[in-house]
């Protein structure tokens, strides 16, 4: 009876797996490697990397191999492996959090052996084949200075300003726009490109990050954008002070916003007020240059 059972789980579990792939448009698939330990590490890593009638994954956890199956017109497999990531679990591409990983349970803390590190645009996607195979230190020396000045970031950043610069306007329609771009800008990031302390904030924060963007190019209201900017330049500061910049920025404060006051980041040490615009544009000081 117990063989019955066992091979009728086992049907059931194919015909599970057949039917989530038939609902899945525009199939294809990769194997990857993600590291983990147990069947609980399992069903973590499959929960986390499924979107219903978009992505599934199949984790073995003797082999440590993943396969991901999933829309190519609605997902990518970096997709897929950043919530992994976010959820405790690193791949060759992206690395959880510290913090994520240090709550998983004991059995499921795996051996760390990859390391975040940055890349310049020729060398390889494969994290632990870069670790083994280049010396950093030369490879510091060859970048010219403007690489090593400019962050992969850049273009999360412009675009955060585009969105400031719409509010000290009080222009809640472009700044809808900009918020848009923002979006877009965020997703393009490369995390594989990132240093070490880019990486590590960059997944703390990138959760929040695209939600409070999204709110911001949802929203109508001047005033509902401006709140929800409170809450995004907090985090875009924290992104700021780990990432090397070609000009200063500066971090402002108005004490007056919501009587608890608010910071923004600005490329101009200049005061222009996004929380009040016209009605109080130089309301604030500067609070820290970071360079």
């Avoid at 797996?17 to 990857?32: D, G, P, R």
């Avoid at 349970?105 to 990859?114: M, V």
């Amino acid at each position: 009876m117990k063989s019955i059972s066992r091979i009728l789980m086992v049907i059931t579990i194919l015909l599970s797996s057949i039917n989530n792939f038939a609902q899945i448009k525009n199939l294809k698939t990769e194997t990857v490697k993600i590291y983990g330990n147990c069947g609980m590490c399992k069903t973590t890593i499959e929960k986390a990397g499924n979107v219903k009638n978009v992505a599934t994954v199949e984790w073995n956890k003797d082999t440590k191999m993943a396969t991901l199956s999933y829309d190519d017109k609605k997902t990518t497999p970096n997709e897929i492996l950043k919530r992994i990531a976010l959820s405790g679990y690193d791949s060759d591409k992206f690395l959880a959090p510290n913090d994520t990983y240090a709550k998983l349970p004991e059995c499921c803390q795996y051996n760390r052996d990859l390391k975040p590190i940055a890349k310049s645009n020729t060398t390889s996607m494969d994290m632990k084949n870069e670790h083994v195979n280049h010396n950093h230190h030369e490879m510091s020396k060859t970048n010219t200075s403007k690489d090593q000045n400019v962050t992969p970031l850049k273009a999360v950043l412009e675009s955060y300003f585009a969105v400031k610069d719409a509010l000290v306007k009080t222009d809640a329609a472009t700044a809808s726009i900009k918020a848009t771009e923002l979006e877009k800008a965020i997703k393009a990031v490369e995390m594989t490109k990132l240093s070490t302390e880019e990486h590590n904030v960059w997944m703390k924060i990138m959760k929040n990050l695209t939600a409070n963007t999204e709110k911001i190019a949802v929203f109508k209201d001047v005033a509902k954008q401006r709140e929800t900017f409170a809450l995004l330049s907090k985090d875009m500061y924290e992104l700021a002070k780990v990432s090397k910049q070609e000009t200063p920025v500066y971090y402002q404060h108005c004490p007056m916003y919501n009587g608890k006051g608010a910071n923004w980041l600005s490329k101009e040490a200049a005061v222009k007020n996004p929380y009040y615009g016209s009605q109080m544009l130089t309301c604030g000081s500067v609070q820290e240059t970071i360079k």
